[in-house]
């Protein structure tokens, strides 16, 4: 029997993708392989969000020189966002990947899934695998993903959208994942009802920017949404929390986008019953220059009102965000509003990065890339000691308290999951406690997690 491999890098947009994948691929007829070596096919699912992600792909590229050596009949496919066009190594129109590749026989983009079995048997004409009406998958969010992602069934990650139209000038998103398309409503509702009835308690919505679920240039265009009387997003919301009825006891959605932010939403969050007190809202920077550089559509007193409202809202809300260090012409001084402005939100996480030119964006094209690798280091550690500091305080006021866990799996003696607030809780049991959720009390904390004991 024909077997497969998907190494996956990236965001967990790119986990459902292989989800996705995964189930396309047994209805051609290959079998998960848990050994790369062993495969007949080998997928990676790769990332281009910055230089050093797509270099770990490329890295890989050797070990499957090797591999073909053994197996004359390995093909090789690259997915994900180092992809442009849709190809095997004999179409007239080739990616650039197979300039640089040279043991690629397939490169697809992830929404380009049903096209795979054609370009395998361009590849391998005389591979048994099975006809699947390809043709007829109108989109790849037709294909239900495995969720084999997580070792328990009570996390669903389920993708809304797919793409971006915010075009912020630093970002490849808009051009490997193209155009913001939303997923109609009732995909959705299906498979999250099927998730829950198949033992979910926490669904999280993914998609680029999940809070303009409905509103982008396409889904306008198309009028898919029009019959809603409100917001689509907060409809689905409503909609899922309808769910906590067979079972469902937490939603969360990453990542959000400050423009789409709206009074309608945050309501929502407050009143919901399966809505958390937690929020990863991308600030990106907090210096109105650089945010405008950055096209970023909003101002830091902006931003800030949404923080305010969201407090006032859901009390105790915690909040986290990402922060792009030593973008293009940032200054000592810029820099340091945005260190100051992070103490002042106390951010209670953070994705820290240094700036990553890609080729493509507007600022690649019109911006020059003028601070010193050292220096943005330096802001790098810098604002993570700031972060350190926030996080500490963050984690200080769940001491003695009692939190609700579910727990996502085991490391050596010690279980780990996530509190109702999004914060890593471990604690020790000889129980098998996957997948529930336990009470903990909490008797300590590190500089990003909490610790303790299950509380009788
Ligand atoms: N360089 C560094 N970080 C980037 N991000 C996106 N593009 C780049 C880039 N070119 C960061 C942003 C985004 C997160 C997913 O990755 O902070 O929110
Ligand atoms: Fe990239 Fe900006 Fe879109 Fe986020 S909102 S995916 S940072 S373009």
Known sequence: MLTYYIQTYGC??????????????????????????????IVFNTCSIRQRAEDRVLGQMVRMGDLKKNNKNLIVVVTGCM??????????????LFNTIKELDVAIKNDEL????????????NLEIKEIPEETL??????????????????????????????????????????????????????????????????????????????????K???????????????????LDKLSEIGLERVRFTSSHPKDMSDD????????????????????????????????????????????KLREKIPGISI???????????TDEEFETTCKFFEEMEFEHAFLSQYSNRKGTYASKKMKDNVPQKVKHARWHKLNNTLKKTSNKALERFVGKTLKVLVEGQEKDEWFGRSEHYKEVRFKSKKDLLGQIVKVKIDSHDDFRLYGKIAK
Do not use: W
């Open 83 to 96: 992809v442009r066009t849709p190809s095997s190594k004999y179409s007239e129109k080739r990616d650039n």
């Open 138 to 219: 109108e989109s790849y969010f037709q294909i239900d993903p495995t969720h084999s992602s997580h070792k328990s069934n009570s996390q669903a990650f389920i993708a809304i959208s797919n793409g971006c139209d915010k075009f912020c000038t630093y970002c490849i998103v808009p051009f490997s994942r193209g155009r913001e398309k939303s997923r109609p409503m009732e995909q959705i509702l299906r498979e999250a009802e099927n998730a829950v009835k198949n033992g979910a308690k926490e669904i999280i919505l993914i998609g680029q920017t999940v809070n303009s679920y409905g509103l982008s240039t396409y889904d």
């Open 12 to 41: 967990q947009m790119n986990y459902s993708d292989t989800e996705r994948m995964e189930t396309y691929l047994s209805a051609l007829g290959f079998k998960k392989n848990s050994n790369m070596k062993k495969a007949d096919l």
């Open 320 to 330: 986290t965000t990402d922060i792009i260090m030593g973008f293009c012409g940032e």
């Open 265 to 308: 939403l945050i309501d929502a969050m407050s009143r919901l019953k399966t809505q958390m007190p937690y929020l990863h809202l991308p600030v990106q920077a907090g210096e109105n220059e650089v945010l405008k550089r950055m096209n970023r559509p909003y101002t830091v007193e902006q931003y800030k009102e949404i923080i305010r």
């Open 114 to 125: 049903p096209l795979l079995a054609k370009l395998i048997r361009e590849v391998k004409p």
């Open 221 to 239: 265009a198309e009028k898919t949404f029009d019959y809603l009387k409100k917001e689509p997003f907060v409809y689905l919301l409503e909609e």
